[in-house]
């Protein structure tokens, strides 16, 4: 068993757990906090795979500043213990055994394709992953339309916030 | 010995992280003790007197005096949460300065060089990673007190963090664009030279706005005066840490510190040329300023040892002066001295820097909330874009020409 290895499986468990743990929480605290648990468990996978970069903004813009606000509204909103309810009927009829079909088919497909090879040898994959440089070339030069149509989308996202929030006059 | 030779990465990484560990934890210590002094003699008293010669042994009562009180967890707290706090402050503030090099990469044992834990290749985008999540230990701390001054003080410094990380980040950006390279040994190799070949050509002079907008950030990033709000004692006891006794309370105590000497790291790494000398390399006399400087504070407490000193406090000062003279020697071994060089510049910037923190404790008074608020988004972020646009402009300049 090589050192990236166990890396990878003490993550998945982790991220895995805490996914787990986001939905069976009581307090909304703990929910968040197991959802950044899973946050980083995930940036050290996309370490494994040799994108540092990757690596590094999934934390700083998860992590360090979406969760965070969560965070922030959560304490702000003092909001107290969920309270349990008779689960659906229909989640538990119809969820059920639909979600084991996605995670069946999830496995066959990664099982079946070379992605799922990638991920698996991640040592193989870190060599032929991007640097920083060249990403940003890429991102910059390739796909420069679709990068700078993003920015504008969340400009307007950021703007139509603002009008919701501003109060009538 | 197998071992060693199959993962010198491993072994090397361990030996420094232990040494690391235990330097910065008592150079943390001993900060509390600088701070009090240098903020005494501002306020025109004598400050940590008692306690071994000069006050000395004051951080080690002190330690011991936390370690011996009673733990408290208040009723209703959530406990989980309560004792996670401290620990996520401390950890994540000690783990960014194993991204710090204290001196040049050239020095080296088993292949590895000794003076960074790990030279990461976006080094400054981990640092920045790491401390986005130094909010938490605060904002947690707040919370699951289950008390109202915690609670408050947590919303505010989380307010406070989140708004002023957005110009902290920005103000560096400009640093990025002139350096081509978020790795910090070559961004400090990036800054050697000299301009008329006297002035060194730090980042610090084309970014000096840049540098003011960080430093004033990392101020409130790091929740001190005058951006000390989430502990104003006058209006919420102390803020987020109220209800924590005993260690868990000097363990945020030391993690302030611990960020505090980040970001003067950080600083010296992107403006001051980090472990560069500030002379010509033509100087070479200055190769034997580290000897001299400690063989002169070594002469000055054998003085005091022998004129001033009484009891304890001279055997401890004999200890002292015997170290301090012995290192002073042994920097003027040639081995020594070229290795001591790259960490004595390092080290003396940041001094400079946590002088300069201590400096604005002791002069500046405390803003008011929504002074904060509004200086930190209406002055201090459109400052650091405008800084970042007309770097980016500059850069981008001769390219434009010469397509045109």
Redesign the interface.
Known sequence: MSLPFIVFFICALVAVGGALMLILAREPIHSALSLVLVMISLAVLYLLLGAEFIAAVQIIVYAGAIMVLFVFVIMLLNAGIEERTDYSKLAKYAGLPLGMFLLLELAHWMAHSAVGATIANGSEAANTAASTRELSTQLFQKYLFPFEATSILILIAILGALVLAKKDE | MDFVAQHPVLVVSLVKIVILLFLILTTLAYLTWFERKVVAHIQSRWGPYYVGAHGLLQPLADGLKFLFKEDLTPPGA?KF?YILAPFLALSLALTTLALIPFGPPGVQVLGQSTLIVAN???GL??V???T??G??GV??A??SSNSKYP?LG??RS??QM?SY?VSLTLSVVGVVLLAGT?NFNEMIEGQRGYYWHLIPRWHIIPQIIGFLCYFTAAIAETNRVPFDLPEAETELVAGFHTEYSSFKFAMFFMAEYANMLTVACLATILFLGGWLSPFPDSWTFLQYLPAVGLLGLAIYLWYDTVMLARGIARVQLVVISTGATVIGLACLHPVVMSVIQGPFWFLLKVGLLMFFYVWTRGTLPRFRYDQLMSFGWKFLLPVSLANLVVTALVKVWPLLVNHG
């Open positions: 959530d949460v990461v290749d976006i985008m981990f920045f990673a790491i986005s999540m909010v938490y904002a947690l707040g919370w609670l947590g919303l989380s307010a989140i990380e978020l």
